[in-house]
């Protein structure tokens, strides 16, 4: 058998690291049955498997390059030309890409329960791609645009885009439709995701590093709604001991075994 993590709740029942996960996986998947609205909260971590790099941790991107710099409304106004390049490149790393079996086994468990909603962090759209349906993208999507003056959102997969793309309609500058450091998530997409958060019973956590408000306080709040919270991360986080079960292993090996 693979060395698939570890369980690290706070009712450990103790063995060696891979029973901790087979208990952890055991209890989840038990859960998972009895589950009426499940809620998902993803991060980049689901993504690595398919070969997106994630932003903290060994490799993260902003290891590499200064967020202050590409993905602020104040570098956008200093330099567009910047900041395009810098998504245009991750549009091209990102395109050739494929869902992994983690993003597969979201999209089946959405089929298998009464009521699902995935919550992601991701913009890199491989949810979608893998069969996802009821999602809401707090941080928006690489794959659309929106105009800086007419707020037109509008998918646009060319790879790369023009260095200074112009809006069809009115010829102002785009920008990419997701959310920057220092902007407000969308209202009503966060309103959607409080909304599923209060409606669930079970929620799981997956492949984030809990850093970045608002979504880093999701798992909590769902607790505080008296629903039970999984988390399954390769790494310990902050909030691990603050949820019911924490398994300590990779997103694509962890929750195909919940089907
Ligand atoms: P991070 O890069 O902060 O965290 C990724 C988490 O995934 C870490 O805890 C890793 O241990 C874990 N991880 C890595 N590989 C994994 C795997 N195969 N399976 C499971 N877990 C794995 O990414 P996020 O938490 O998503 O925001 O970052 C949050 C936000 O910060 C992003 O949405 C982005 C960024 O700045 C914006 O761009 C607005
Ligand atoms: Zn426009």
């Known amino acids: 058998?693979?060395?698939?993590?570890?369980?690290?709740?706070?009712?450990?029942?103790?063995?060696?690291?891979?029973?901790?996960?087979?208990a952890g996986i055991k209890e989840l998947k038990e859960k998972l049955w009895w589950a009426r609205h499940v809620t998902v909260l993803t991060g980049a971590g689901i993504s690595a498997e398919s070969g997106v790099p994630t932003f903290r941790g060994e490799g993260g991107l902003w290891k590499q390059f200064r967020a202050v710099d590409l993905a602020t409304p104040e570098a956008f106004s200093r330099n567009p030309k910047l900041v395009w390049e810098f998504y245009n490149w991750r549009r091209e790393l990102l395109a050739p890409l494929s869902p992994n079996p983690g993003?597969?086994?979201?999209?089946?468990?959405?089929?298998?329960?009464?009521?699902?909603?995935?919550?992601?962090?991701?913009?890199?759209g491989l949810h979608e791609k893998?069969?996802?349906?009821n999602?809401?993208?707090?941080?928006?999507?690489?794959?659309?645009?929106?105009?800086?003056?007419?707020?037109?959102?509008?998918?646009?997969r060319r790879?790369?885009?023009?260095?200074?793309?112009a809006c069809e309609s009115c010829g102002s500058l785009l920008r990419p439709h997701v959310v920057w450091f220092g902007e407000m998530l969308e209202p009503q997409v966060l309103n959607a995701a409080y909304e599923a958060i209060g409606n669930s019973?079970?929620?799981?956590?997956?492949?984030?590093s809990g850093t970045v408000q608002p979504a880093a306080s999701m798992g909590v709040q769902a607790k505080r709604n008296g629903a039970s919270v999984a988390e399954i991360n390769f790494e310990p986080t902050p909030l691990s001991n603050l949820y019911d079960i924490s398994i300590l292993g990779k997103s694509g090996e962890i929750l195909p075994q919940l089907l």
């Open 130 to 133: 893998a069969g996802s349906c």
């Open 103 to 124: 993003h597969f086994a979201l999209a089946e468990i959405e089929r298998r329960v009464p009521h699902f909603t995935l919550i992601t962090q991701n913009i890199d």
């Open 135 to 156: 999602i809401i993208e707090l941080h928006g999507n690489i794959w659309k645009v929106r105009c800086t003056r007419c707020q037109r959102v509008l998918d646009d």
């Open 1 to 22: 058998m693979s060395k698939i993590g570890e369980w690290v709740s706070g009712r450990n029942p103790g063995g060696s690291a891979e029973n901790r996960a087979e």
């Open 159 to 165: 790879v790369p885009l023009p260095e200074m793309p």
């Open 201 to 208: 019973d079970l929620m799981i956590v997956t492949g984030t």
